[in-house]
T-cell receptor
């Protein structure tokens, strides 16, 4: 499969702690995106990192990309209960298609 | 609202019936995607529309599945002779056209149609 795969599948932390999720993929990419999905809702775009970028920040989010290892990580700092959701990475291996992993289910306990 | 709208939000039907799922993309978005998400799983690409170009149907799982997009706006996903394995959430997303291969446009998702086949 060319899909990105997130790791861990589930993560439970206390409010205020940092959460790190990883994504691995198999083929070369142009860029990688992270999305968030609250229960029963659609996905919301969080951040996009290009293949020539190594790190990107957006508020409490920090994304890294290592194309040599075909992996990316999403760090959420100072987590809040409202961050509880599933997080997906999406890679593009061709012009039209995006491959989504199975997601990391994050639970932030208040 | 200005987001992607999907209807119905829930659909329960008997095995063997046909169903139609509708997606209203964001105005001005020329790209439209359909995905299927089984319980606790990631998204499975089904079909992609871009403007007036021929759609990329390579993700459709069988010939019981079809989709069309009228006037470059509203899209309908049709499943004929539904089977129990078709039960899933069907998500639609739209985006601006990608002109730079190195820069994807973020996809904007609707809240999906939860389809249950009895």
């Amino acid at each position: 499969s060319q899909q990105g795969e997130e790791d861990p599948q589930a993560l439970s932390i206390q409010e205020g702690e940092n959460a790190t999720m990883n994504c691995s993929y198999k083929t070369s990419i142009n860029n990688l995106q992270w999305y968030r999905q609250n229960s029963g809702r659609g996905l919301v775009h969080l951040i996009l990192i290009r293949s020539n970028e190594r790190e990107k920040h957006s508020g409490r989010l920090r994304v890294t990309l290592d194309t040599s290892k075909k992996s990316s990580s999403l760090l959420i700092t100072a987590s809040r209960a409202a961050d509880t959701a599933s997080y997906f990475c999406a890679t593009d291996a061709s012009f039209n298609k995006f491959y989504f992993g199975s997601g990391t289910k994050l639970n932030v306990k208040p | 609202g200005a987001g992607v709208s999907q209807s119905p939000s829930n659909k329960v039907t008997e095995k063997g019936k046909d169903v139609e799922l509708r997606c209203d993309p964001i105005s001005g978005h020329t790209a439209l995607y359909w995905y299927r998400q089984s319980l606790g799983q990631g998204l499975e690409f089904l079909i992609y529309f871009q403007g007036n170009s021929a759609p990329d149907k390579s993700g459709l799982p069988s010939d019981r599945f079809s989709a069309e997009r009228t006037g470059g706006s509203v899209s309908t996903l049709t499943i004929q002779r539904t089977q129990q394995e078709d039960s899933a959430v069907y998500l639609c997303a739209s985006s601006f056209r990608r002109t730079d291969p190195g820069l994807n446009q973020p996809q904007h998702f609707g809240d999906g149609t939860r389809l249950s086949i009895l």
